[in-house]
């Protein structure tokens, strides 16, 4: 680790605020910003008191992929071990969900891991200025933090393999078509509308909205079967929840509810 933090984290609330901090390079991604990265997940998916995350960049850029040079020392025979104890993998490609949905803000640059970090979360925001690229087949090794298998289920076959195996970069209006991106804004309006979004988030009830994400990756990863014969049990345990009853007082009383997570 280095005495400059490459990670940000700041608790608002309900929301863990997640800021890739190393804006000289254009948050090129080494291995201490990786390894920060994954413990500040790991402590976004333990604490009760947390709903969701905000991850965003200092800078200009979002950023422009790994620090090649830093990482491909590290690089052994069973790829790269950067999930120190406590973290999770922030891709989720090892097998390990994060429990809780995350919202993304993106501007400037946004290349390979970004567009990855992207995939594997629920909400973005993009910059209009943005641009993308998967650019891996350009420097001579393959997408692994996901894209070879939520980028083509997210766009569709074609679609994908279009920048994936070209390494081409492409605009903010293209990520939006391909469904990599949810909405685009004005420049430098990226973070505040992905803070109300997490904030909308934060504002559910949380042991729902952890469901409703869970059942929807059972389906992504085993199939609707799986997650058709997960519902009705979920939704016993969940009316059993005092944010069950909360949720039912408020609409009987048409007052906003304010949610315990219990």
């Known amino acids: 680790m280095t005495d400059q933090p490459r990670i940000l984290t700041e608790r608002r609330g309900h929301i ?12 090129a991604a080494d291995f201490s910003l990786l390894q920060q990265l994954a413990l500040a997940y790991g402590e976004l998916d333990r604490d009760p008191e947390l709903r969701v995350g905000l991850v965003y960049a200092v800078g200009e850029h979002f950023t422009a992929g790994l620090d090649l040079a830093d990482i491909g020392p590290r690089l052994g025979p069973n790829g790269l071990e950067m999930v120190p104890e406590g973290g999770i993998n922030p891709w989720q490609v090892d097998g390990v969900s994060l429990s809780k949905p995350v ?59 279009r920048w994936l195996l070209t390494g081409d970069l492409f605009d903010t209006a293209e990520a939006h078509r391909l469904g990599l991106v949810q909405e685009v804004v004005p420049d430098g309006a990226q ?42 049990p979920a939704l016993a ?26």
């Open 16 to 27: 863990l605020l997640i800021g890739l901090n190393r804006p000289e390079k254009r948050n």
């Open 237 to 262: 345990r969940l009316t059993a929840t005092e944010d069950s009853r909360i949720g039912l007082q408020s609409f009987l009383t048409r007052t906003p509810a304010e949610f315990m997570g219990r």
């Open 103 to 161: 919202v993304i803000a993106v501007q400037g640059t946004c290349l390979t891991l970004g567009i990855e970090l992207m995939l594997a979360s629920d909400i973005v925001v993009a910059a209009e200025s943005t641009r993308f690229g998967q650019i891996e087949v350009s420097r001579g090794i393959l997408p692994f933090g996901g894209a070879t298998i939520r980028f083509p289920r997210a766009a569709g076959w074609g679609n994908a393999m």
């Open 191 to 232: 973070f505040d509308r992905a803070l109300e979004l997490a904030g909308r988030i934060a504002a559910q009830a949380p042991l729902a909205v952890q469901a409703t994400l869970a059942n929807a990756r059972s389906a992504q990863r085993e199939g609707a079967a799986s997650a058709e014969a997960a519902l009705q």
